[in-house]
């Protein structure tokens, strides 16, 4: 993911981001102590992070929320096209495997005739 994402922020003593402003292309109006550059997964989980010596950190133990892109590059659109295709290819063998009809046991009963003899 591309970092091309504004954060502006400040932080209380321990880290904790308390005030902060991001986006693609802002200009604060305010002063911040903090500057970086971010991806869209990091914007949407600012709150599973801290300030450590001036760098942004995960909190350890927190699991991130997956963010999908809304325009995937060319090569993320051909790798999703190959999966979807090799799903449809199975599903196609498994509907065209062809099946052996069962040959009739002993007990499958038999027509005869039923006509009188004279």
Same mark, same amino acid.
């Given at each position: 993911?591309?970092?091309n994402? !504004?954060l ?6 321990? +880290?904790?981001i308390?005030? #902060? $402003? @991001?986006? &693609?292309? %802002? %200009? ?6 903090h500057?970086? #550059? %971010?991806?869209?997964?990091? !914007?949407?989980? $600012? ?6 010596? +001036?760098?942004l950190? !995960? %909190?350890? +133990?927190t699991?991130?929320? &997956?963010?999908? @892109? ?5 090569? &993320? !659109? *051909?790798?999703?096209v190959?999966?979807? *295709?090799a799903? #449809?290819?199975?599903? $196609?063998?498994?509907?065209s =495997?062809?099946?052996v009809?069962?040959?009739p ?5 038999? &027509? =005869?005739? =039923?006509?009188?003899?004279?």
């Amino acid at each position: 993911m591309d970092k091309n994402i !504004q954060l502006f922020c400040d932080t209380d003593d321990t +880290g904790k981001i308390t005030r #902060m $402003l @991001s986006g &693609e292309r %802002i %200009i604060p109006v305010s002063t911040y102590r903090h500057f970086f #550059m %971010i991806d869209k997964k990091e !914007q949407a989980n $600012l709150d599973k992070y801290r300030i450590e010596n +001036g760098e942004l950190k !995960q %909190i350890e +133990g927190t699991t991130l929320i &997956e963010v999908e @892109s809304p325009n995937p590059s060319t090569e &993320e !659109q *051909l790798a999703d096209v190959k999966k979807q *295709l090799a799903d #449809m290819q199975k599903k $196609l063998e498994e509907l065209s =495997t062809p099946t052996v009809p069962e040959e009739p046991t002993e007990e499958t009963p038999t &027509e =005869t005739s =039923t006509e009188p003899t004279n």
